[in-house]
């Protein structure tokens, strides 16, 4: 294994880098950067025009893509957690006769719900995506 360079001595102005090396690194840092810069503008633009098509709500979008990255059993634990949490705050009782989010809710329920007569389904496997900022 290679030896690093020690760290600089605060008394000293000196350096064990090439003014060659040192360009190449801050080249390719910058290049990097800019390199970074564009994907992230790019996937502000997809989310930015999804959101546009499809009129989804930003913040609920943006909480999807978190869950997303997280591994199924942090995922199902912090989606319980919302849940739970949301009740406790009473959010459930802000409902009136034109929302119909319980309604949503039980028919997501129902739907995962197997049949009597049914073999219980395979879980569908998580989708992967890239790092969104």
């Known amino acids: 294994m290679a030896r690093r360079a020690k760290k600089a001595d605060v008394t000293s102005s000196k350096s064990s880098i090439s003014s060659e090396e040192l ?10 950067t800019a390199e970074a810069s564009e ?9 930015k025009n ?3 098509r499809h009129g989804m709500d930003r913040k609920a979008f943006r909480f999807i893509l978190g869950l997303a990255k997280m591994e199924t ?6 989606l319980r957690g919302v849940i739970e949490l949301a009740d406790k705050m009473g959010y459930f009782d802000d409902v009136d006769m034109f929302d119909d989010i319980i309604s949503t809710m039980a028919n997501i ?10 073999t219980p389904k395979k879980a569908k496997a998580p989708l992967t995506l890239a790092t969104v900022n």
């Open 39 to 47: 994907h992230n503008g790019a996937a502000g633009s997809i989310v």
């Open 73 to 78: 059993t942090k995922r199902q634990a912090t």
């Open 23 to 32: 360009r190449r690194v801050v080249n390719q840092f910058m290049s990097e």
């Open 109 to 118: 329920v129902d739907g995962k719900r197997p049949a009597e007569d049914e």
């Open 50 to 52: 999804a959101l546009d």
